[in-house]
């Protein structure tokens, strides 16, 4: 089992920053597909960004390309995503998730591994 814990999570005002921060368990991080899904309150999972083991491919979801940075730290099983500019649709839940058994990084990708999540509030 991998074990994901997320942290970083608060509020913000409009145009402020947030860095989210996953610790990752597992002894094969460097062979995980990491990525960040969000969930706002009556929307469905929506996905975020994703990288590889190797941090060689980055995938990110059209409304956050430009604001978001998702980054990896293999030497400590964890994966980071800065949140720069952020906007009220950007509040949800966030969660790290762990795809243990491909290198796809597209919003498809299975993933097998959650953390519990942790709550991003943007006011106006």
């Known amino acids: 089992q991998v074990q994901l814990v997320e942290s970083g999570g608060g509020s913000v005002q409009a145009g402020g920053s947030l860095r989210l921060s996953c610790a990752a368990s597992?002894?094969?991080?460097?062979?995980?597909?990491m990525a960040w899904f969000r969930q706002a309150p009556g929307k469905e999972r929506e996905f975020v960004a994703a990288?590889?083991?190797?941090?060689?491919?980055?995938n990110y979801t059209n409304s956050v390309k430009g604001r978001f940075t998702i980054s990896r730290d293999n030497a400590k099983n964890t994966v980071v995503l800065q949140m720069n500019s952020l906007k009220p649709e950007d509040t949800a839940v966030y969660y790290c998730?762990?795809?243990?058994?491909?290198?796809?990084?597209?919003?498809?990708?299975?993933?097998?591994?959650w953390g519990q999540g942790t709550q991003v509030t943007v006011s106006s």
């Open positions: 597992g002894r094969t991080f460097s062979n995980y597909v």
């Open positions: 998730a762990a795809n243990v058994r491909s290198w796809d990084v597209g919003p498809g990708s299975r993933y097998d591994y």
């Open positions: 990288i590889s083991g190797s941090g060689g491919r980055i």
